[in-house]
C-alpha cells in the first residue's frame, strides 16, 4: 500500500501546484461564465459526434480500411492493419451507445441522432459481414480480445441497437465473439474483457464459460486496494486504468449476472459504491480551469480518463457530494479544453496520437490511431435525457472551482476497504 499512497500523492501534487498558478492569494476568483445545461448538451453531443463521425461514417460506407489514418506509437509492436480497425470501432461504439439508444423525437439532436443511429446499425453490421470491403479481424491476434469487449459493452449499453441488426448479423457477432476463446491476453484488467464477452453471450441467450466471469469478478475483488481503487493485477499503478476499464466493465458484468440470477445484488452493489467512491476523487482531479494529470499509462486515450464519472451519472448513481450539475460542467469544461480547438484532429478528422495536441511521443507501444477512440467513453452522461437533472440544473461550482475560490467546499473522506 505505500507504493500506492506515494504514487496517488505524486498525482494530486501535480494537481494541486497546476491549480494554484490561477488562485488569487487572499481573494475570490471568478469563475468562468455561465451556461445553461441546454448550451452543454448541445456542446457535448457536437463534440462526440465530430470525434466519432470518421469512424462511424466510414464503416457504413465500406471505406474505413481505405480512409482511416494508420498512426502508430514509437515501437508500436502490434500489426495495425490486423487491430486498429477493431479497435476504432469497439472503442467507438462502447462510448456512443448510450446517446444513440435514446428514443428519436423531432429535435435537431435528435434528427441527428436518428442519422447517426442508423450509419450505426450499417457500419455494425458491415463490420461482420465477410464480403464486405470493411470486414473487420476478430479472429486472429490478441488485441481483438480487448475491443470485442468494448464492441458487447456497446450493446449491453444500447441493447435496441442489437435488436436492431437483422438475423444473419446477430449470428455473425455471436460466431466472432466466441471465436476469441481459443486465445487469452494478460493477467489484469484483461480478464473483465473476456469476463463481459461471456457475460454478453449470456445475455442474449447463449452458452457462456462461467469461470472466465467469476474468474474475473473474484480477481479483481481480490486486487482491491481501497478507498475506490482497484489493483491492475498483483501491483498498483497510478493510472486512470480504474476509469478505462476497470469499474465500468466490472458494474455492467455484474449488472448481467444479477438480471440472469447468477449472482445477488450485493457484489453490483458493492462495485457500485465503490465506483461512486472513484468517480468523487476523479471529479475532484478536475482543476478550476478544467485540466486533470496526465497520469500514468494510456493518457492518449484522452476523455476515457472519466468513463467511470460518467457511467455513475448514467446510472443516476453519483454520491450525495456530488451535484449532477457541477460534473456536467467540470467535464464540459475539461472538453472544451480538449475538443474545443482542433488540436487533437487531423485535416480529415482522425484524432492524432497525443494528449492534447499531436504528441507521438507519449503513445505506447500498443497504441494506434484506432486505440484512440476510447475518448468517446467520456461521453456516457449523453445517454440520460435532454430533460434529466443532470441537463436541466442550474450551473454550479465543482469542486476545485470553490476550493480555489475560497468558498466552502466539502471535505474528502477516505471509503477505506
Request: proline share 4%; net charge neutral.
Amino acid at each position: 500500500m505505500n507504493n500506492f499512497k506515494y504514487a496517488f500523492l505524486i498525482g494530486f501534487v501535480f494537481l494541486t501546484t497546476s491549480a494554484v498558478t490561477h488562485a488569487q492569494t487572499g481573494k475570490k476568483k471568478k469563475v468562468n461564465a455561465i451556461t445553461s445545461g441546454a448550451q452543454d448538451r448541445a456542446f457535448w453531443v457536437k463534440t462526440l459526434y465530430k470525434i466519432a463521425y470518421p469512424v462511424i461514417h466510414n464503416l457504413a460506407g465500406n471505406t474505413l480500411k481505405k480512409n482511416m489514418a494508420t498512426e502508430v506509437a514509437p515501437h508500436y509492436y502490434n500489426n495495425v492493419r490486423e487491430v486498429g480497425y477493431t479497435e476504432a470501432l469497439g472503442r467507438t461504439f462502447a462510448g456512443i451507445a448510450p446517446w444513440l439508444s435514446l428514443p428519436d423525437d423531432e429535435t435537431e439532436e435528435g434528427k441527428l441522432r436518428a442519422k447517426f443511429k442508423a450509419e450505426t446499425i450499417q457500419a455494425l453490421s458491415n463490420a461482420v459481414d465477410p464480403l464486405s470491403a470493411d470486414y473487420i479481424n476478430f479472429r486472429t491476434d490478441a488485441q481483438p480480445i480487448v475491443d470485442a469487449a468494448y464492441v458487447v459493452q456497446g450493446f449491453l449499453r444500447a441493447p435496441n441497437l442489437w435488436k436492431a441488426l437483422n438475423e444473419t448479423t446477430q449470428k455473425r457477432y455471436i460466431a466472432e465473439i466466441k471465436s476469441l476463446r481459443n486465445r487469452t491476453g494478460a493477467y489484469n484488467n484483461w480478464l473483465l474483457f473476456t469476463a463481459i464477452e461471456e457475460a454478453w453471450l449470456l445475455s442474449v441467450g447463449e452458452d457462456y464459460e462461467p469461470y472466465r466471469t467469476m474468474t474475473a469478478i473474484n480477481k479483481l475483488n481480490e486486487w482491491y486496494v481501497g478507498d475506490g481503487w482497484y489493483s491492475d493485477g498483483s501491483s498498483f499503478s497510478t493510472d486512470y486504468y480504474n476509469s478505462y476499464v476497470i469499474h465500468p466493465m466490472m458494474i455492467d458484468i455484474l449488472k448481467v449476472m444479477v438480471a440472469k440470477k447468477k449472482m445477488g445484488e450485493l457484489q453490483l452493489t458493492k462495485a457500485t459504491e465503490r465506483a461512486a467512491r472513484y468517480a468523487q476523487i476523479t471529479e475532484r482531479m478536475i482543476s478550476s480551469t478544467g485540466e486533470y494529470p496526465p497520469l500514468g499509462r494510456s493518457v492518449t486515450y484522452r476523455t476515457a480518463a472519466f468513463q467511470t464519472l460518467g457511467q455513475i451519472a448514467l446510472d443516476g448513481k453519483l454520491p450525495k457530494e456530488l451535484s449532477p450539475a457541477q460534473v456536467r460542467c467540470a467535464l464540459t469544461k475539461v472538453f472544451e479544453n480538449m475538443y474545443a480547438g482542433n488540436q487533437n484532429f487531423d485535416e480529415q478528422g482522425w484524432l492524432v496520437l497525443g494528449f492534447n495536441g499531436h504528441q507521438p511521443e507519449i503513445a505506447d507501444p500498443y497504441t494506434c490511431t484506432g486505440s484512440l477512440y476510447m475518448a468517446t467513453l467520456g461521453f456516457l452522461p449523453l445517454g440520460l435525457p435532454a430533460d434529466n437533472v443532470f441537463w436541466t440544473a442550474t450551473a454550479a461550482p465543482w469542486t476545485a472551482q470553490k476550493a480555489w475560490t475560497g468558498n466552502a467546499f466539502l471535505k474528502d473522506h477516505s471509503a477505506g476497504k
